[in-house]
């Protein structure tokens, strides 16, 4: 079972990924976690990615699928959670490949969906680096015009699921257990 999470920056997906690796074992794969942690490291990725994250605009396809195989073929077979990746189509694409050569694919895609409004009021109050208002009004904008089309992707596939990210961390984490069982 590999699952990605897909959702706006601020939709909760790194709440429900707390929850969903415990119950399922899976291991938490966040590509915006592992380029904070490059730049905490100071490697020229990190320096790299820095202004680009600080933006909002999303790092290159080449950078992110490189980082992900490396992960991917240290993890072997073990089942991850996606976190924050694929965002483009590209990545959903690389994603397949590098899978498909290890004879695995991606089984589930959970969709949380939460109006652009409550995003922008939950992501001010978070406080994050890149919680400035202008980052904030980009990476949604980045969100509709290069990760939404993902929907399609996998809706295409037949492993899109669509989860209400609205009410309680609760509520929200029960429907998501209602589609991975
Ligand atoms: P996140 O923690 O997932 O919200 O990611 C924070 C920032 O890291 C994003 O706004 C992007 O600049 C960058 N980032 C994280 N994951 C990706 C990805 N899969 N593709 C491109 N950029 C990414």
Redesign the pocket.
Known sequence: MHVVILGA??SG??TQSAKMIEKYNLHHL???????AEIEAGSELGLA?KS??????????D??LGM?ANKINALGSTAVLF??????VA?AEGLDKLLADLDQSVSHVIQLDVPFDEITERMLARG?A?DSED?IRN?LQ?FSNQTAPLIDYYEAQDKLFKVDGLGSVDEIYQRVQEVLG
């Open positions: 920056p601020g997906k790194g966040s590509t915006g976690d592992m380029l904070r990615a680009i994250m600080e933006q909002g605009n999303l790092v290159s396809d950078i992110i992900v976190d924050g990746f694929p965002r483009t990545q994050r890149d980052s990476r980045v």
